[in-house]
Structure formats: structure tokens, C-alpha cells
């Protein structure tokens, strides 16, 4: 058996001569991991999981999934998958429970259709149509339809975007589930929480290249330092004179201040609290918080992920 699930190198998809979606990238998913691939909308994401799922053929560079190739594999290949789109469109006349035995006719082996309803929560409504579904509920079901064939490797695109905070910690619990008995996740997701709480490792690609590859705590040791301060107002503070103050590894302009990554908050602070004295300037704000991965996405890209 591989040891990797997902392995493509040099992948590039090109939509016409003037549109490149993916440039190059070169991922490695190991088996058993949840693995999580960030970027704004236009990285790449999207095309490089519809590749990876055999949904488009690349434009050229070399996928393996499970050890196979699309080219010649992909009827076993399709026994092994579960893919959630951005967007599920179900039969609304059928009831939840007839989506998921419809699901499971397309596999030769599977799990039973009620034991999937309970995995996400969706027992009770397994007589109910499936036009009647909360958004939440519905998404659910969508998971449950790419459970129910038993998969080796979840592809889950986006699942929670939209979705109530009880909703998403529901999905959060039944992708747990999954990764403990041993099976693989890769998953594309617009919130940091979701990804800092989910994955084992993250790569983040923008413009169809990947920029930086980790775990969520090497990504914000590494990139984003300890802490991140928030200062407010900005007017009148030089961002090159902040960046060099002692303790500070990085100063950006945000819509409510600058933000300065630090790696000594007790250093950093009254450095710079004498820098705007010096100066004659009054703080209205000064905050700060943990360095989470949206602050390594900003420092590496210039932008906030749901930009």
C-alpha cells in the first residue's frame, strides 16, 4: 500500500492560452492525514481538487491518487473516493434517505445508508424530502452521499461555507470521525479556525503556486511570529520605522490600524508605545492577539482569505 494518498508534481491546468489556474504545483498528501489547501478565490483550489478527482484531465505534469492514475485506474478509483462540491444539487422529490440508497447504488460496496444518516446527525430526518432541509442540513447530506460508498480518501470543497456555527461543528465532528479510523481528508476551507483546528498540515497557493507548506503551528511560528498587535489611529506612523522597532517582525495596514507581528510582546510593546510618544501621537487602540494562520496568510499574500 502507498504511502501517500495524493501526489502530483508539476501540475499545471491551463483553461486557454490567457488563463492559468494551476502553475506548477507540486503537492504530497500523506495517508491518514487531514490536509488542507488554502488560498482566495482564484488561487487555484478548486481546479487543483477537480484534477485530483478526476473531474478535469491536466493540462500536463503527473497525479497519483491512491497510488493510481486516472488515465488507467479510474474505475477503481472512483470506488475510493467521496467528494462534497462547493455546491451539492440533490434530488429535491426523493426523501433524504432514498438520496443516500441512490448514492449507494453506485458502489459495488459501501456502508449502510441509516449508520451514515446517524454518522451526520441526520437520522431523524431520513423520512423527510430533501427540499424541506435547513442549508446546514442539507450539506450534511451531501457529506453522507460522499460516506455512504466508504471511502479510502474524502475530497470536501469548501463544506461549511455558509453554514450556522452548530452546523459547521457538526461537520467538524463527523470529518474527525473519519480521520480516526485511519482514512484521508483533503480539504479546501475559507475560514482559519476550521483549518488550524482540522488539519494535520496546511499548504497555502496563490495564483496556481504553492507559497508555503506546514503545520498550522510551524506556518505561524514561522511566518507570523507569537503575537500580532493592533494599533490604532495609523495616520502619521511610518510602517518601515514600526517594522524595525525591537521585538517586531512585521507591520501591514489594515482597515482598522497597522498590525504588527511580534515575537517578544513584552519587548515589542513599550517600544513601541515610546515610538508614538516620541512622535506626539495618541493611541485610541491597542490590542492583541495569538498569531493564527490568517495572519500567516496576510503576511505572505497581501490578503485576507475571504478577500
Known amino acids: 500500500m502507498p504511502a501517500l494518498a495524493i501526489r502530483c508534481h508539476r501540475l499545471v491546468k491551463r483553461y486557454s492560452p490567457e488563463v492559468l489556474a494551476v502553475d506548477g504545483l507540486d503537492l504530497e498528501v500523506e495517508r491518514g492525514e487531514c490536509f488542507g489547501l488554502l488560498g482566495p ?45 462547493q455546491e451539492t444539487h440533490l434530488p429535491e422529490r426523493l426523501t433524504v434517505l432514498e438520496v443516500v440508497r441512490l448514492f449507494r ?27 424541506t432541509l435547513s442549508g446546514g442540513q442539507k450539506q450534511r447530506l451531501a457529506v ?50 476550521e483549518a488550524e483546528r482540522l488539519c494535520d498540515r496546511v499548504a497555502i497557493v496563490d495564483r496556481g503556486k504553492l507559497i508555503a507548506l506546514g503545520t498550522p503551528k510551524e506556518l ?30 512585521g507591520a501591514r495596514r489594515e482597515a482598522d490600524g497597522i498590525h504588527l507581528t511580534v515575537d517578544r ?29 490568517e495572519d500567516v496568510f496576510v503576511t505572505l499574500t497581501g490578503r485576507h482569505l475571504r478577500d
Open 41 to 85: 478565490n482564484g488561487a487555484g483550489k478548486t481546479t487543483t481538487i477537480e484534477v485530483l478527482e478526476g473531474l478535469l484531465p491536466p493540462t500536463s505534469g503527473d497525479v497519483e491518487v491512491l497510488g493510481q492514475r486516472w488515465a488507467h485506474d479510474a474505475r477503481s478509483l472512483r470506488e475510493k473516493l467521496g467528494i462534497t462540491l
Open 144 to 193: 453522507a452521499c460522499a460516506l455512504v460508498g466508504d471511502p479510502e480518501l474524502l475530497f470536501l470543497d469548501e463544506p461549511t461555507t455558509g453554514l450556522d456555527p452548530q452546523s459547521r461543528r457538526q461537520l467538524w465532528e463527523v470529518i474527525a470521525s473519519f480521520r480516526r479510523d485511519g482514512r484521508t481528508v483533503l480539504l479546501t476551507t475559507h475560514y482559519m479556525d
Open 105 to 131: 447504488a453506485l458502489y459495488r460496496s459501501g456502508r449502510r445508508p441509516e449508520e451514515v444518516l446517524d454518522l451526520v446527525s441526520l437520522g431523524e430526518k431520513a423520512r423527510a424530502y430533501q427540499r
Open 220 to 249: 505561524i511560528a514561522r511566518v507570523a511570529g507569537a503575537e500580532v498587535v493592533e494599533l490604532a489611529p495609523a495616520d502619521g506612523l511610518s510602517l518601515s520605522a514600526l517594522g524595525e522597532l525591537p521585538g517586531v517582525q
Open 265 to 293: 510582546a513584552h519587548v515589542a510593546i513599550p517600544a513601541l508605545l515610546a515610538f508614538v510618544e516620541a512622535r506626539g501621537k495618541a493611541l485610541t487602540r491597542l490590542a492583541t492577539h495569538s498569531a493564527t494562520l
